[in-house]
């Protein structure tokens, strides 16, 4: 009996979970609100009706784009919190944030990039939603 091996741009969802996962890295990195607000849309429209990799990878970039939301806003409420932007120590707070909370969003999204180009499901760690 011959196996036929499946390309991973084969996988039923293949081109949604990369979209889900390249718009999240776009969040991040490049425009802010504006991927969220696409990732938010393509949520909406498809998560009841996709297959299985993409309502994965759409659920996985939702989840961990409103943590990452949530903790922009919490360094913020900190700096606010410890005497505002003026103060001396902001810069170093800014910079741990940076060095961090945001490069570990970044690397986790590549990694799930990576997961969605291979045609394979990806949870995020600590922030994505169990299946």
Same mark, same amino acid.
């Given at each position: 009996?011959?196996?036929?091996?499946?390309?991973?741009?084969?996988?039923?969802?293949? &081109?949604?979970?990369?979209? @889900?996962?390249?718009?999240?890295?776009?969040?991040?990195?490049?425009?802010?609100?504006?991927?969220?607000?696409?990732?938010?849309?393509?949520?909406?429209?498809?998560?009841?009706?996709? *297959?299985?990799? @993409?309502?994965?990878?759409?659920?996985?970039?939702?989840?961990?784009?409103?943590?990452? =939301?949530?903790?922009?806003?919490?360094?913020?409420?900190?700096?606010?919190?410890? =005497? =505002?932007?003026?103060?001396?120590?902001?810069?170093?707070?800014?910079?741990?944030?940076? &060095?961090?909370?945001?490069?570990?969003?970044?690397?986790?999204?590549?990694?799930?990039?990576?997961?969605?180009?291979?045609?394979?499901?990806?949870?995020?760690?600590?922030?994505? *939603?169990?299946?």
């Amino acid at each position: 009996m011959i196996q036929t091996i499946q390309e991973p741009f084969q996988v039923p969802g293949y &081109t949604l979970a990369v979209l @889900a996962e390249s718009l999240y890295l776009i969040n991040l990195l490049l425009l802010p609100g504006l991927a969220f607000i696409i990732l938010l849309w393509l949520y909406v429209k498809y998560e009841n009706h996709s *297959p299985p990799l @993409a309502s994965c990878h759409l659920r996985q970039t939702l989840a961990a784009s409103i943590w990452a =939301g949530l903790l922009l806003i919490l360094i913020n409420g900190i700096i606010i919190a410890m =005497g =505002g932007y003026k103060a001396p120590y902001t810069g170093v707070i800014v910079i741990l944030y940076f &060095t961090t909370c945001h490069s570990l969003l970044v690397l986790l999204g590549i990694f799930g990039l990576s997961k969605a180009m291979a045609g394979k499901l990806f949870r995020y760690p600590l922030m994505g *939603p169990i299946e």
